[in-house]
């Protein structure tokens, strides 16, 4: 029996629950939305530009199953993403702390599932706390490092090439 769908949901679902003690719902969309691009940036580094991308899709398909999901329900426009708050840098910090335990699980378990998992299930609480889906060319806008030194930064620091991609 494969636990590491509970797993995953474990590691995130403690760290909202902690993040939440002290933020609002905008405040945890952010700190989504960081480790979005915590998980994102350490397999750019890793695995490259391709494997990013790939994790762009999978981040895009959740999308577009709970768009599917919605569809006929009723017609929402897409949700705007949330403005930083007072809390938001707490938030991020606990849950890009998590983003780097399932990376870290991802060496035990085979291919990048472990990644999978976390990037869907991240990808499933921002909509859950956005209360919608939001535009995806906000979110990938967000989730992409523009400035190239910040990644070649990313790449000098352990804290980001700590985890394993297969």
Sequence with gaps: MNK????????????????ARNAGNDD???????????????VSVQAGYSAAFNLD???????????????????LPPVSLPVRGSATRRASA???????????????????TAVTLAVSTLAERLID??????????IIQELRIEDSDE???????????????H
């Design 4 to 19: 590491l769908p509970s797993l995953i949901s474990a590691v995130i679902g403690s760290a909202l629950d902690r993040a």
């Design 28 to 42: 945890l969309a952010c700190g989504l939305l960081a480790a979005l691009k915590r998980i994102r940036t350490v």
């Design 57 to 75: 899709d999978t981040i895009h398909a959740v999308f577009v199953q709970r768009a599917l999901a919605a569809f006929g329900t009723n017609a």
């Design 94 to 112: 606990i849950l890009e702390d998590a983003a780097m335990s399932c990376l870290t699980l991802n060496a035990y378990f085979p291919g990048n």
């Design 129 to 138: 706390c956005l209360g919608g889906i939001p535009d995806w060319g906000c």
């Design 151 to 165: 990644e070649e930064e990313a790449a000098r620091d352990e804290r980001w090439t700590a985890a394993a991609v």
